[in-house]
């Protein structure tokens, strides 16, 4: 949109929105990032254009919203939503009645194809409401800045296991990445391996060069605690 009618945008409109686009990219593409964290960014970004300024001689506001519309119907938006109802640091919090209806729905469906039953599944339910109530047994502090969502879920046993069936729809929910990100990056490094000059390098090579490299990006604040002091992970 930005390369076709360069001459009428307005560039505090574009500055307006860029930084925030930049900002939610960037955080999707953490390995923790979850559903739960990709729907409130996605809000967060709806936010910024509806505060866009006016422009008059090009709609910069209404292209953008149309954009952004389109795309929300390639989600599977209640799945984010059910994501985001189960996740302990949002519990699903601003989600009316209406929705929360359609969410158990869907829950109810994917407990079933899971292997549950119906009996379990009214028994799921029960428990997602009184996650979502902050009762007592799930009145579990979590940390958003230093937590870990499925370790706080497997921590979570106010039920015996077999019966702790919100423990483990949450896990398999939880734990689905919403981004392509971590391939991209492997496949971005054996394209710099297999350059033209390294062209006969045979496939076993190639996986162990590309485990390796993983590792130590993975361990980098292990491996390398004294030169990158206060780097993250993500950061590195």
Not at 29 to 45: H, N, P, R
Not at 55 to 60: A, H
Not at 158 to 169: A, F, G, S, T, Y
Not at 210 to 233: D, M, P, R, W
Request: contains cysteine; proline residues 3%; positive net charge.
């Amino acid at each position: 949109m930005v390369n076709e009618t360069p001459e009428k945008l307005n560039v505090e409109a574009v500055n307006t929105l860029l930084g925030p686009v930049k900002s939610v990219v960037k955080s999707l593409e953490f390995k923790t990032t979850t559903l739960a964290d990709c729907f409130v960014e996605l809000i967060k970004l709806t936010q910024k254009i509806k505060s866009l300024p006016p422009v008059s001689d090009y709609d910069f506001k209404y292209q953008c919203v149309k954009l952004f519309n389109k795309r929300w119907q390639e989600f599977d938006i209640q799945l984010y939503l059910l994501a985001y109802l189960l996740h302990p640091h949002y519990r699903g919090i601003g989600l009316r009645s209406t929705i929360l209806r359609n969410v158990y729905i869907l829950t109810m469906k994917i407990w079933i194809d899971m292997g549950g039953g119906e009996l379990s599944s009214a028994d799921l339910i029960s428990q997602i409401q009184s996650f979502y109530l902050k009762k007592e047994e799930y009145n579990i502090p979590y940390s958003a800045s230093r937590g870990d969502v499925l370790t706080w879920w497997i921590l979570c046993n106010p039920v015996r296991n077999e019966e702790n069936h919100i423990q483990k729809l949450a896990l398999k929910i939880l734990a689905i990445t919403p981004h392509n990100a971590g391939c991209e990056r492997v496949f971005s490094v054996l394209g710099w391996f297999a350059n033209q000059r390294r062209s006969r390098l045979k496939v076993e090579k190639l996986e162990a060069m590309a485990k390796l490299h993983t590792h130590y990006i993975t361990n980098a604040q292990k491996e390398l605690k004294y030169a990158y002091v206060g780097v993250s992970e993500d950061d590195f």
